[in-house]
């Protein structure tokens, strides 16, 4: 399940996001399951975890800079799959 959640985060994770941001855009993600994955993440080097509180807490979540671009091919290259795999149900 790891793994699943790990790409549906960093799907999710088009520019800088705070934790309720990302649960609203991924359905069905229970907080403790996304806060596992977004600390697994960032010790991978996957994201960068930034702590802006001043009196409120606030963190936000972006991918890492060096990580972006070869996350957004592997990204491109699986909704081209989807929608490959979709003309194909489609014709049969």
Excluded: C, F
Excluded at 26 to 44: P, T
Excluded at 50 to 79: C, F, G, M, W
């Amino acid at each position: 399940m790891y793994r699943v959640m790990t790409g549906l985060v960093m799907v999710g994770l088009d520019g800088p996001a705070r934790l309720s941001q990302m649960r609203r855009s991924i359905r069905g993600i229970s907080k403790k399951v996304l806060v596992e994955n977004l600390r697994q993440m960032e010790i991978a080097g996957l994201i960068i975890r930034s702590d802006l509180s001043t009196n409120v807490k606030h963190v936000e979540y972006a991918l890492s800079e060096d990580l972006k671009p070869a996350i957004h091919r592997v990204v491109d290259a699986i909704v081209e799959l989807k929608s490959v795999q979709q003309q194909l149900y489609a014709t049969e």
